[in-house]
């Protein structure tokens, strides 16, 4: 019964981490975005078929090539040593969209939140060189704080998801609970910073 009780403690932990996966959440939360802040569905698309290749194709693809040629353990990329390179296409797939981003003349909170995301992932990445941390709540903690900071404080009972979400990388032994915290406390830091250089301050 033991037994049965830690293989369904593994298994809803790993069901967490899959569907809280960065590369997942992020495209989902950017597409929501663009159609929220576009015109009309045509702009919307004409906006998405500009960032797509940058933002969303090639760094997936590269990820699915470096996880079948064996250059990552995995998807979640596990191995601290492994991640820098494929961040790294991930930055210059992100600094491209906002770049793309900014001569569509997009509205400003698209464009700001694109533009945290990068500084977020150089940060991330520096750290890397030298301590693992969590992408998995460092990824939410950046969708939450725009959300609050675009959307108002009523928005807060998000950051909750990040819980059962911080809890499946510790069980999975992914992390540990400082680099999950870590994680939190530095995306959200960078990304109020960001939207705060902008102007942007919390909706009452």
Known sequence: MKKMDIRKRQDWAEILSLISSPPLVS??????????????????????????PFLIFIPITYLGISYKLGWVSDFDISERNQRPLPMTIF??????????????????????????????????????????ISLHTATLSSIFTAIVVLGGLKF??????????????VVLKKHSVNQVITGVLVS?????????????????
């Open 156 to 169: 807060l009972p998000f950051y909750l998801i990040l819980i059962p979400v911080g809890w499946s990388r």
């Open 27 to 52: 495209t989902v939360f950017f597409i929501f975005l663009v159609f929220k802040y576009s015109s009309d569905l045509s702009e919307g698309l004409r906006w998405l078929v500009g960032i797509n």
């Open 91 to 132: 930055i210059i797939g992100v600094a491209v969209a906002s770049i793309i981003l900014y001569f569509l003349k997009v509205p400003l909170d698209l464009f700001v939140y694109a533009l945290s995301g990068f500084v977020t992932l150089i940060i991330m990445t520096v750290i890397t060189f030298f301590w693992k």
């Open 188 to 204: 959200s830091l960078v990304t109020l910073t960001v939207f705060h250089l902008f102007g942007y301050n919390f909706n009452f």
